[in-house]
């Protein structure tokens, strides 16, 4: 594996790229930008706020009355206004959403055109009896439909829900019972591996299921071959526009503090649970981080390959940049198929300037080899961004150069469902980058490590990350009133902060193993793996009851060309030596040709954690790769 000089992203001895001076010179923001928000929290996140139109003005930027935590306090506004209404004096013309299907349909949607089915299908829900507050659950695979009905349910003030078309009917039961949802919107089935997925069967199950009444279903169409009959209380998607051509619906001003969206974390490590977004603050930091931290202008084409189902696709797909009147890709199918080159073709077709992905798909592209990259022409790009987890040092350098060629920033951002938006990164015309860290907190942010008791760690000794104060993008349950003067959002995330303010983030508070004596950060171990050439991937669980005697297992997926298996292991124990420590090489190394990812591309440490303690595994319905289970226990089954 090519890269440059990664060092050692928890010593604080990182290479340091600064950001090309073309990028500087046309950034949106700027150091005297960030100059003027220094030391001046909480009047900085007006910037934010003035980004949005405001159908009756904000009386201040935050209120922490006995009422609880108030963001934009007094002020109205409407998320569809913000994404669809404003943009269409001057460009109504402009592509607001690119969608590539998975059997290759393409459809572009103008604002013009997003404007006139968002109204329709608004009109169309309130025939249904659907009104302001009403929560509304979408369950749809990544079709044009679903971010339309989202924009339609915002208009009518009415709450959405969406759920991850890839759940299964009874995660679809629990999160429409959770939410107290009475309204389902879906379709009759869509395409997995070129194999029809009936939809509408998952939907009438979980209905069923619901122990209050679901009173109406609107089905959109998407299977092209098949007809899928509508029952009672079903109503064609398709019928309800036609119903309703040509309808305007008067958007409805919401109060900044009222919910927007409710979305439910991916349940990778245990039970969902549901967090809510309000209209106001979280359209806000949206917004914003999107200009700062994206760099989106209207003018761009702009691909973020998360799924909807998830809050990535919620922020940085739907809301922020239609927000700012960017055009955004969305894309159905899988980044290897029909090949192994489709993202590369595709940001060439489309002449994408701003890709934002995970590094469980960066690690994909690494496996697959440079020869797909280099055979495409990629020089619209100019930001490359990664969320999902950390990005180690080795996989940053190779799509710094192999994708963005060495010209292009790399913002590496952490959020969570929680924040809404982005909270840690690097501004790309202002910071200098250090792969392996994601950057520092971004104006108004205070970070800060702490122990488990709350209070605060050693700068190299790191904890748990904690937010020390509030932000516009936080959801409703942080908003409620605190005694607690000393406020803080403790997360679940290990981090370092180094001597300038640098946050790396290790792994997850339950990603870490015990290693005779030592606990270590799962983060630390598998970056070591991975910088070992032929290593595409690497997980570490731990086996065991957690006490010292528990072994440690990596599962490894390989790039091919590395030799022997026994080679590649030898490489291995030496990179981890030399890296960490002796102590700390894996006791068993299991090769697999892939790892168990969901299919928003996050990695299931929990199952394989399951599969190394030969424990009953849990749910596997957000599982994109359901298949590699049994190669898995067959190849632990050979050790």
């Not at 009133?481 to 403790?490: F, G, H, L």
């Not at 679940?492 to 606990?519: K, P, S």
């Not at 950060?521 to 006490?547: K, N």
């Amino acid at each position: 594996m090519s890269h440059g000089p990664g060092g050692d992203p928890t010593s604080g001895d990182q290479t340091q790229v600064p950001p090309p001076r073309s990028f500087v010179e046309q950034a949106n923001v700027t150091e005297a930008d960030i100059a003027a928000l220094e030391d001046d929290w909480p009047e900085c996140w007006r910037v934010a706020g003035d980004l949005l139109d405001w159908a009756s003005p904000y009386d201040g930027v935050l209120d922490r009355g006995s009422t609880g935590t108030r963001w934009f306090p007094g002020g109205r506004l409407n998320a569809a206004v913000n994404c669809v209404d404003r943009h269409l004096d001057d460009r109504k013309t402009q592509a607001a959403i690119k969608w590539i299907g998975k059997r290759g349909e393409r459809r572009t949607y103008t604002y013009l055109d997003l404007y006139r089915e968002v109204n329709e299908f608004a009109a169309g829900l309130r025939s249904l009896g659907i009104g302001e507050g009403d929560v509304v659950t979408l369950y749809m695979p990544s079709i044009p439909e679903l971010p339309i009905a989202m924009l339609a349910c915002a208009r009518i003030g009415a709450p959405h829900n969406v759920v991850f078309a890839g759940f299964s009917a009874e995660a679809l039961a629990e999160r429409m019972t959770r939410a107290d949802s009475a309204y389902l919107v879906t379709c009759d089935g869509y395409y997995r591996r070129g194999n029809a997925i009936h939809q509408k069967n998952k939907a009438d199950n979980a209905r069923i299921s619901v122990p209050h009444e679901v009173e109406n279903v609107v089905v959109v169409e998407r299977l092209i071959d098949q007809d899928v009959t509508l029952g009672d209380g079903d109503v064609a998607y398709d019928d309800l526009l036609a119903d309703h051509r040509g309808a305007s619906v008067d958007p409805v001003a919401r109060r900044a503090e009222d919910p927007l969206f409710l979305i439910y974390t991916s349940g990778t490590t245990g039970e969902p649970t549901g967090v809510t977004h309000t209209t106001g603050g979280y359209l806000a930091h949206a917004t914003w981080t999107g200009h700062a931290v994206l760099d989106l202008e209207p003018s761009d084409t702009y691909w973020c390959t998360a799924d909807i189902g998830w809050i990535t696709g919620h922020t940085y797909l739907v809301y922020g940049p239609l927000s700012l009147g960017t055009t955004t890709v969305l894309y159905e199918g899988t980044p290897d198929h029909p090949e192994k080159d489709r993202v590369w073709e595709l940001i060439e077709r489309n002449a994408v300037n701003v890709f934002y992905t995970a590094p469980t798909a960066i690690r994909a592209f690494i496996k697959w080899g440079t020869d797909h990259p280099a055979s495409h022409d990629l020089s619209s790009l100019r930001l490359l961004g990664s969320v999902g987890e950390p990005l180690n040092a080795s996989a940053w350098w190779w799509y710094y150069e192999h994708v963005g060629g060495g010209d292009c920033p790399i913002v590496d951002t952490w959020w969570q469902t929680e924040t809404g938006g982005i909270l840690v990164s690097t501004l790309p015309g202002v910071d200098d980058m250090k792969p392996g860290s994601t950057g520092p907190a971004l104006p108004g942010i205070d970070v800060a490590t702490v122990d488990l008791d709350g209070e605060p760690t050693g700068a190299t000794e790191g904890g748990r990350l904690a937010i020390r104060n509030p932000w516009p993008g936080m959801p409703k349950a942080f908003q409620a009133p605190s005694r607690d003067e000393a406020w803080q959002y403790v997360t679940e995330d290990v981090a370092r902060i180094d001597a300038d303010g640098y946050v790396t983030v290790l792994g997850r508070v339950d990603d870490t193993v015990v290693v005779g004596t030592h606990r270590i950060g799962t983060m630390e171990l598998e970056s070591a793996i991975a910088d070992v050439d032929g290593v595409a991937e690497a997980a570490i669980v731990d086996v065991g009851d957690g006490g010292t005697d528990n072994a440690v297992y990596a599962f490894v997926s390989t790039d091919g060309g590395h030799g022997s298996e026994a080679d590649l292991r030898r490489r291995i124990d030496e990179s981890v030596a030399r890296s960490i420590g002796s102590f700390a090489t894996p006791t068993e190394v299991i090769f697999t040709p892939e790892l168990p990812k969901t299919r928003s591309g996050k990695l299931m440490r929990r199952l394989l954690k399951d599969i190394a303690n030969d424990a009953e595994l849990g749910d596997t319905s957000a599982l994109r790769n359901p298949e590699i289970v049994g190669e898995i226990e067959s190849a632990l089954g050979d050790e």
